[in-house]
């Protein structure tokens, strides 16, 4: 069971798929700090890459994700020809350095292009990379997936894919502007599993307008009959003053905080119940799903996709405002489209803000993601261990963590309040508050 302290959720914080967060990004960085990153690898460094397509066939009122409207041809296949021209920078300066194992691509929608631009993409990133048989994954709109892309995935060997699906019911549907039927997302469950899809993630949201308990049940009820490996369970974040499309939603329709955190307990519930392993406070796996393992043999990490089973240190971004991360550096492209072409185009990287990350950094980076993966921490890299347990002693309070020598634990009770706990060892939160949403 959980117990709800408002006074602990109170304070909006960040995700935290990266540390430090990007709203701690500037633009002090540059295409040097990319070739420079790439040039300090050894040859045989494991790389994930990571592929973003900003367009989508339709716009949803709701979504955070940096997309367009998918309106013209001629506009896609000018960008899928610019990726081109970024695959083959960066085998340029990589030359013999890193092996790629993953290949992530994501959105926006990859099927807003047309399946055939999707397949010479994948040919062209495995001619151009050295690769040891990359394990490929793609998120997926259901509207606009049809046999051809289906087939297009079999092609290439996509071995996992991940659904939004967001609700099932249509009203809630209606009022963040993603009209789905069931019919149409259980005929794209139907054609992943032809398409011999090993690992189908859903993607649902908590704390929509207008949801209550019972609809977010009947959702997952919905869900579970379609045998999804993985599911990923979000609280809608509301931040219309970032996103203007989300002034579309009638915020006044919005849970409480109290009523997304019965939720949140909710979908928890409901899963593990019907033998989902909990995979860190929001994802969920069938036992032998590959993210499930590494949640019980303490592999679990966490990068910009969210909880992942991939153990690579070093992921490239490429795309529009896409992210490159290193051990000692976080780069982003320039999130304006044209802005990107003119940089590749003059034959230069489109990095435009990020992070150098310090030793201090680094170390806290550690410690946030140990508590969000493995819900302990070593917190002995931290100075003034009387000062840290004075920031966490609410919670301890609370028997929501505990210490164990110079590590805390969180308490089973505790799950809810991971990010929440982690906020309060980050040294930069404070002033950039409006930029996040409720901590569950």
Known sequence: MWTYYPDLLAKPVPRYTSYPTAAEFTETVASADLEAGLADLPAEEPLSLYVHIPYCREICWYCGCNTGAATREARLSAYVDRLHDEI????????????????????????????????????????????????????LDPRGFDEKWAA???????????????????????????????ELIERTVSLLRTASITSLN??????????????????????LALAPDRLAVFGYAHV????PRQRRIDASQLPSARDRFDQAALAHRVLTGKGYQPVGFDHFATPADPLASAARNGTLRRNFQGFTDDRATCLLGLG?????????????????????????????????????????????????????????ADLSPLTGRSCVRALLLDFEARGLLRWRGESIVLAEGGLPYARAIAARLDQYRGESIGRFSHAV
């Open 88 to 139: 083959d920078l960066f085998a340029a300066k990589l030359g013999p350095r890193g092996v790629v194992g993953r290949i992530a691509f994501g959105g926006g929608s990859p099927n807003a292009i047309a399946p055939e631009v999707f397949l010479r993409l994948v040919d062209r990133i495995k001619t151009a990379f050295r690769h040891d048989r990359p394990v490929i994954s793609v998120e």
């Open 152 to 182: 297009a995935l079999a092609t290439a060997q996509v071995e996992r894919a991940s659904l939004g699906v967001q609700t099932f019911d249509p009203a809630i549907q209606a009022r963040i502007g993603r009209v789905q039927p069931a």
């Open 202 to 223: 859903f993607d649902l949201m908590y704390g929509l307008p207008g949801q209550t308990g019972r609809e977010l049940e009947a959702s997952l009820a919905a869900a």
């Open 240 to 243: 219309p003053q970032i996103l």
């Open 320 to 376: 529009a405002s896409a992210i490159s991360s290193f051990p000692d550096r976080l780069l982003q492209n320039e999130k304006n489209t044209g802005r990107w072409h003119l940089a590749l185009g003059a034959g230069r990287f489109a990095t435009h803000r990020g992070v150098l990350r310090t030793p201090e950094d680094r170390a806290r980076g550690t410690i946030v993601e140990d508590i969000l993966t493995h819900g302990a």
